[in-house]
C-alpha cells in the first residue's frame, strides 16, 4: 500500500469527522499497488445516508490536507453497485 | 489590438497611456466570451429550475434531458472559463499562480470570491456530476438542485470579476467600448 500510517490516520478522521463514525473505509485502486507511481486516491466509503454537499466538503478536505488527488465515493452500507464489490472485495480497509 | 494606445489604470509608468498588452486583450476577449456563456447558463437556468426537484426521473421527456445536459454542461463551462479569467488577472497582477488554490486565495482577497473552500465545493459538484459512477437518481436529483443554488454565486462573483476589470484595467479596446 503506498499510503503512510500518518496518511491512513488522517484519512479515517477526515471521513469520520465529515461523514460519521460509524463510517467504513476502502483504499482501493492504484495506490494498493507498491510497483506503481503517484495516481489518485480511491476510497470508497460506506456511510449513513447524508447531504451531497457533505461529501464534496470531505473530498475537498481530504485534498487540501493529504494535497493529493482523491476519488471518494460514499455509499449507503451494503450497496451492490459493481464500484461498491470491487471496492469491498479488492479493496483494503483502513 | 496589442500596440494601441489607450488609458490605462492610475497609470503605473507613464501618466495615463500605455499599451495594451496582448495579455489584457486576452483578459477581455475572455470577459467577452463570459457574457456569452452567461447568457446561455442563465437561459438553461430558467429552463431547469422548472424541473428541480426532479420527483421522477422517470417521467422526465427527452426534451427534459436535454435541457439538464445542457445546464449541465453551461454550468461547467462557465465555472471553467471564470477560472481561467482568474488565472489571467493572477499572472496579469504578478501573482503567484502555482497551485491554483494560490490564485483562489488571491481571488478571496480581491473580494471577487467568498470563500476559496465555497469555489472548490462547486467545482467538486460539477466533477461529480459527470462522474462516471453517478448513476444513482436520487443523488443526481441533489446534484441538480445544488448546482441550481450556486448559479447566483457563479453569477455575482462573475459580477465582481468584471467590475474589477473595469476598475483596473479600464483601457478597453474598442471592440468593448
Known amino acids: ?94 | 489590438m496589442a500596440g494601441r494606445k489607450l488609458p490605462h489604470r492610475a497609470d503605473r509608468q507613464n501618466g495615463g497611456v500605455t499599451t495594451v498588452t496582448t495579455h489584457l486583450h486576452l483578459i477581455w476577449k475572455k470577459l467577452d466570451h463570459l457574457v456569452r456563456m452567461r447568457t446561455y447558463l442563465t437561459y438553461s437556468l430558467a429552463h431547469t429550475t422548472t424541473l428541480v426537484p426532479i420527483s421522477s426521473w422517470e417521467s422526465l421527456t427527452p426534451e427534459n434531458h436535454e435541457t439538464l445536459a445542457a445546464f449541465r454542461i453551461r454550468f461547467s463551462e462557465f465555472q471553467e472559463h471564470m477560472g481561467k479569467l482568474m488565472r489571467a488577472i493572477a499572472i496579469e497582477e504578478e501573482q503567484t499562480t502555482e497551485p491554483y488554490s494560490a490564485i483562489l486565495l488571491y481571488m478571496e482577497k480581491l473580494r471577487i470570491i467568498d470563500k476559496v473552500e465555497r469555489w472548490k465545493e462547486i467545482r467538486e459538484l460539477r466533477n461529480a456530476i459527470n462522474h462516471e459512477y453517478e448513476e444513482n437518481v436520487e443523488r443526481l436529483t441533489a446534484f441538480f438542485t445544488e448546482l441550481t443554488r450556486a448559479v447566483p454565486e457563479l453569477l455575482a462573483w462573475h459580477d465582481r470579476l468584471t467590475e474589477f476589470c473595469e476598475t483596473n484595467y479600464s483601457s478597453i479596446p474598442t471592440s468593448h467600448a
Open chain 1, 1 to 94: 500500500m503506498r499510503l503512510t500510517s500518518s496518511q491512513a490516520l488522517q484519512i479515517t478522521e477526515i471521513i469520520h469527522r465529515h461523514v460519521g463514525n460509524s463510517a467504513r473505509i476502502w483504499l482501493f485502486g492504484s495506490r494498493l499497488d507498491d510497483r506503481k507511481r503517484g495516481g489518485d486516491l480511491d476510497l470508497y466509503v460506506e456511510a449513513e445516508p447524508q447531504s451531497i454537499m457533505n461529501e464534496l466538503r470531505c473530498k475537498v478536505n481530504l485534498e487540501e490536507c493529504l494535497d493529493l488527488p482523491v476519488d471518494l465515493i460514499v455509499r449507503w452500507p451494503g450497496e451492490s453497485s459493481p464500484i461498491a464489490r470491487i471496492a469491498r472485495t479488492e479493496g483494503l480497509p483502513l
